[in-house]
DNA sequence: CTGATGCTTCGATAAAGGTCGAACTATGCG
DNA sequence: CGCATAGTTCGACCTTTATCGAAGCATCAG
């Protein structure tokens, strides 16, 4: 019975309250340093050093050197999409570590994941593609369609700029708050940095809460066929 | 940041080496009983017993009593597909399975539990019934939704004389050779009535084996969706 | 009833690992 | 160069928790 990757290593990894609390500030997709990392998590800098080096190690995190300074990402979309999942069944058990406040609902309605867009409205965006069949469901694959591409170029995305690249261009990832699929890949991040060019939505700073202004709600609406609420 | 749902304490529950190998044994969809899983696990019952009421508390996993057995599966979908993704980014791949039950491969196929189907055939219903929403999970109760007592009438099962009688509609049973859930309940009976009137079945006297016919074996399968292995 | 089996609870033990103070290295700034 | 800042390493606590023996329930078979 030793077969099988190994679970409980990667698995401890997350479990730690302090390493979690990093985890989930990287899914706002930036690079932190250390310091800040200690500081949000609330242990000192030796002790985030010391799980930051952890995480490297089992392949979690990405470290960058810049100077003085030692920037952590996550490693890659797959360390998103896991977290995203164990969110997903973490909220599912009820088990959230705060009463839901306002920040919770603007959580909610639109946040970032890793590097794309997720929360109820990216679910929604997600819904229309699918229905629209501007992308089709082969097998367990995303595929963009040639109508979907030709909306894609529609929005100013480069297309074969992102089919270049090594990272799959199209990938469902599971939105814990709504339980039903968004868009992520390269494609999806393409997205979201459109709405940004476009300041149909602003970050709103130490968080992962998305922002749309009036104008880009509307826009985003029309774009996608989403009835106002 | 101390948003979100608590990531830690779920990865924590998978995060313990005996833990972790119980969940592994688990993906096969087999429930498991808390020895069987001790054994397995490497550990003493008592702290498999242990560790199999976290998981249970952390809502991974559902029990079933049956007798004095304690039998436990994963409590659902979503956690298959988190532990999926654990072990993807775990890296490496690993399956495993156990022969359980009788060694006889016409009872493991179908055979009569109490006055209803068992089997692999009736595991394969039990999804299918589950998968087209005829049959909800409420808690621990089976639910006949309005489209699968539509299907049920569409069947010619009389619904009104088993509503009237005092045992349960449906019922969930634990099948000892696929150790997944079948049909039981006076709905379950009825269906396996209602298959030897149409004489897709016959009951092999002196055991508890049930024969298809040819084309009863057919007609089941399209009923069901069921794929020809 | 009695004995056997499956599982749970309790308590003591021991190992693991998170934590921080202090000392150390490395980089940047005047 | 000296000094400040960012991060790492080391060592010593100390909380957490996995573990198993022993005893206690619950269920089943005679």
Chains 1, 2 share one sequence.
């Not at 969110?87 to 959580?107: E, F, N, S, Y």
């Not at 997720?118 to 082969?138: E, I, N």
């Amino acid at each position: 019975m030793r077969e099988g990757p190994d679970i409980a290593y990667v698995s401890t990894l997350i479990g730690d309250p302090a390493r979690a609390n990093m985890l989930t500030l990287l899914m706002s997709g930036k690079a932190l340093t250390v310091s800040e990392l200690a500081e949000e998590a609330g242990v000192t800098i030796q002790t985030a050093s010391s799980h930051l080096s952890k995480l490297h190690t089992g392949g979690l995190l990405r470290p960058r050197k810049q100077g003085r300074h030692k920037y952590y990402a996550l490693a890659n979309e797959d360390v998103a999409r896991l977290l995203e999942g164990v969110m997903g069944l973490a909220a599912g058990v009820g088990h959230l570590r705060r009463r839901t406040g306002p920040k919770d609902a603007q959580l909610r309605h639109a946040r970032v994941c890793y590097n794309h867009l997720a929360g109820a409205l990216a679910t929604q965006m997600f819904d229309s593609l699918m229905a629209k069949r501007h992308l089709v469901l082969k097998g367990d694959d995303l595929i963009l369609t040639d109508a979907g591409a030709a909306f894609a170029r529609d929005f100013d995305i480069e297309l074969d700029v992102l089919h270049s690249a090594r990272a799959p261009l199209c990938r469902e990832c599971l939105d814990w708050s709504e339980r039903r699929s968004h868009l992520a890949g390269s494609l999806g991040r393409a997205f979201l940095i459109r709405f940004e060019e476009l300041s149909w939505v602003k970050r709103v700073e130490q968080t992962r809460i998305v922002s749309f202004s009036r104008s880009g709600d509307e826009a985003f609406r029309k774009l996608f066929s989403i009835e106002r609420p």
